[in-house]
Every structure is written in C-alpha cells, then in structure tokens.
T-cell receptor, first 119, second 114 residues
Framework: GAVVSQHPSRVICKSGTSVKIECRSL??????MFWYRQFPKQSLMLMATSNEGSKATYEQGVEKDKFLINHASLTLSTLTVTSAHPEDSSFYIC???????????????FGPGTRLTVL | GNSVTQMEGPVTLSEEAFLTINCTYTATGYPSLFWYVQYPGEGLQLLLK?????DKGSNKGFEATYRKETTSFHLEKGSVQVSDSAVYFC?????????????FGTGTRLTIIP
C-alpha cells in the first residue's frame, strides 16, 4: 500500500528555535498533503492543506507565519515551526492523497507522526 | 460545520469479546464516512469506509454501516483479538464533491487482554 514517512519522529528543541518536519510519499505522487496537530487524548486537528507548487491553505486560527509549509515536489512537503515555544509542543501528523487516487473516496495516507517538545 | 462524536475510551475487552465503538456525526448532505486505526508507533491506517447511506464498510472482521437516519457509523467486530489493540478514529469528509478535508472524532483506545 501507499507509504508516507515523516522525519524526524521525535525532536526536542529550545524555545525560540525553528524546527523543520518532513513528510514524504514514498511510492506515489501527492499533489495534496495535509498537516494535522494532535493533542493528548484529543482528535487530529487539520492545520493546513499543502498543494504542490502553490501556497498552502491554512485553517482558521492557524498562524501561517508561525507554521511555514512548503510543498516543492510531488513527494515532499515540509512544515517549519518558527520561533517555537512550549505551547507548540505537540504531535504533528501529515497525510498525502494519491494523485491518481479516486477523489470521491477522499482517501488519505498518513505518516507516523512527529513528536515535538519545546523546552 | 462538520463534527464527529465518538465513544470515549479507553475500552478494555477480553479476547473473543464483541466490540462496538459508537460514532455519530453532524454534517450537511451526504458525507463519506471512515474508520481509521492507529497501532502503537504507527500512522493512521484506513480500516474501512462508506460513501453513501446504507453502505456497509468491512475489513479484517470489522464492520460499520452508514446510517443516515441516525447519523451514525458504529464500528463492530464479533470476536476481537489481542492484535486489535489500537486507537480507533471515526472521521468524515465532504459532503461536497472534492472536499478532501477530514474531520476526526477524538479517538477510542481499545485494549484487548488475553
């Protein structure tokens, strides 16, 4: 099946630094990728939709200057948390939709997630 | 807007027990409905889906039926195994064609004991 990887799986950084998280579709091309944030014992909250070759679409309440998204190729999207603060600590998950997939089913393939801890 | 409410966990069952995880939703029109499973240390995997009313999704012994009249998509399995221990998420997308955004429930942690 379709595989999505994320790197790193876990990162600890100091407050004020920036952290980049990569999301790769390993065996398919993805024009659209999604970034989610998951708080403990809570649901996944969609942060933004990443479109290859164009600007990302952010959900209401998500700061685009804080969470920079780049989708430079059909297999890679990156999320950069700029000037990270302890409240940014969370589990970040990406997903990708197969470009050749059936839109009607809206199936997304998920990465394993990245645990960010900001000290 | 769209929302999904699912049974709070954690749920602990003995092996071979019957499983039901309730899920109800709020959406206009006819969304697509999904159950995702997240095994420890792994990403979410699509378990099953249903795209229209009265459809039944099934996979690995799990079933869920799209009930428009009760706006529900309850997950069931007749005999659970230890390997079914995971977190289960109910989700919906749409209802408009091409609307890819997924709205998730809070997840239900299931633990099966031998």
């Amino acid at each position: 099946g379709a595989v999505v990887s994320q790197h790193p799986s876990r990162v600890i950084c100091k407050s004020g630094t920036s952290v980049k998280i990569e999301c790769r579709s390993l065996d398919f091309q993805a024009t659209t990728m999604f970034w989610y944030r998951q708080f403990p014992k809570q649901s996944l909250m969609l942060m933004a939709t990443s479109n290859e070759g164009s600007k990302a679409t952010y959900e209401q309440g998500v700061e685009k200057d804080k969470f920079l998204i780049n989708h430079a190729s059909l297999t890679l999207s990156t999320l950069t948390v700029t000037s990270a603060h302890p409240e940014d600590s969370s589990f970040y998950i990406c997903s990708a939709r197969d470009t050749e997939g059936i839109i009607l089913y809206n199936e997304q393939f998920f990465g394993p997630g990245t645990r960010l801890t900001v000290l | 807007g769209n929302s999904v409410t699912q049974m709070e966990g954690p749920v602990t069952l003995s092996e071979e027990a019957f499983l039901t995880i309730n899920c109800t939703y709020t959406a206009t029109g006819y969304p697509s409905l999904f159950w995702y499973v997240q095994y420890p240390g792994e990403g979410l995997q699509l378990l099953l889906k249903a795209t229209k009313a009265d459809d039944k999704g099934s996979n690995k012994g799990f079933e869920a039926t799209y009930r428009k009249e009760t706006t529900s998509f309850h997950l069931e399995k007749g005999s659970v195994q230890v390997s079914d221990s995971a977190v289960y998420f109910c989700a919906l997308s749409g209802p408009n064609f091409g609307n890819e955004k997924l709205t998730f429930g809070t997840g239900t942690r299931l633990t099966i004991i031998p």
